[in-house]
């Protein structure tokens, strides 16, 4: 899922192609996109675009006459830029903006139509969209203090509750984890004042790096690539693969169709977090350190014994 630098340099290529220009014509492939109908896609048009902004990890884009345009990508939702309007569509095609610049189209990878567009009019319906999270690059330690520590939840939910902050998903937390050193699933009002502190400093650092990161590839271009997989993450999506501080292969944890990466030297003292479906199953089995894990690894990979004599 498109996360806070992801959808920063969205919101910049836009503003490039599309600011103070007037939105031609909408057109709706999916009739699983759209989910208002007020109002209407055809009252839209012909309204020049005013604003752009990141609400959360959505989208928005304002015409004129208060009328916004509120996408919310979900997990394979993504944006491409076509310098010329689209005639035919494909089946992965949601929608396409046309404007006298271009087209920006809207996809969907894979048979479930999760991404969404909302066409709402005035400020107060397009309040109704925010999740209320606070700005992490924006905010100070004290504010994040105490609204990140308001409830007791594991770091990995509190970094991903887009209540709490906003714009944070399954790839950037695991990376702000590995540099603030602090385990996934250590709990939010445990924590102590330097842990906290640590953690602000990550969340900041992380994000601006992998912004510039970012804005440094495009040269000026369109993301048309965007992943939640990118070279240079220090565990998220590096099962198995070298900790870049330490060597030791990351570990990960699954659960409700969601995971976890981490390192455990550097995040959790060695300890081996316990993945639920394995850890169920093992039970006692279940191994407790990177040295018992490795063990057991070994003895199930070495070839067997010959016959005595």
């Known amino acids: 899922m498109p996360e806070l630098p992801d959808i920063v340099v969205y919101l910049e290529s836009l503003q490039a192609r599309i600011f103070h220009q007037r939105l031609e014509q909408i057109r709706i492939a999916s009739p699983f996109l759209l989910r208002t109908v007020t109002p209407r896609p055809e009252e839209v048009e012909d309204r020049q675009v005013v604003g752009l902004c990141r609400m959360g990890k959505r989208v928005v884009i304002e015409l004129e006459g208060a009328v916004f345009l509120v996408f919310h990508l979900m997990i394979a939702g993504r944006f491409h830029w076509k310098e010329k309007r689209m005639r035919t569509w494909r089946k992965s095609d949601l929608a396409a903006l046309d404007f006298s610049t271009g087209s920006l189209l809207l996809t969907e990878s894979g048979s479930k139509k999760r991404a969404s567009l909302h066409l709402v009019k005035g400020k107060d319906a397009l ?171 070994a003895s199930l990979t070495a070839e067997p014994a010959g016959p005595a004599g």
């Open 127 to 297: 309040a109704k969209h925010d999740p209320g999270g606070i700005e992490p690059l924006n905010v100070d330690f004290d504010t994040f203090r105490q609204r990140f520590t308001l409830e007791n939840h594991t770091l990995k939910r509190s970094l991903t509750d887009p209540r709490i902050l906003s714009g944070i998903g399954n790839a950037y937390s695991d990376e702000i984890l590995h540099r603030a050193q602090l385990s996934p699933l250590a709990l939010s009002q445990k924590l102590k004042e330097g842990e906290v502190r640590r953690l602000y400093l990550a969340v900041r650092e992380t994000l601006e790096y992998w912004l510039n990161k970012l804005r440094d590839e495009l040269q000026g271009g369109f993301p048309e690539r965007v992943s939640a997989f990118r070279e240079g993450m220090a565990v998220h999506g590096r099962f198995r693969k070298p900790c870049p501080r330490c060597g030791a292969p990351v570990q990960r944890i699954v659960y409700v169709g969601n995971e976890a990466n981490y390192c455990s030297p550097c995040q959790t003292r060695g300890k081996l977090l316990a993945d639920r479906a394995l850890s169920r199953l093992l039970k006692q089995d279940w191994p407790r350190t990177l040295e018992e894990q490795e063990s057991r690894r």
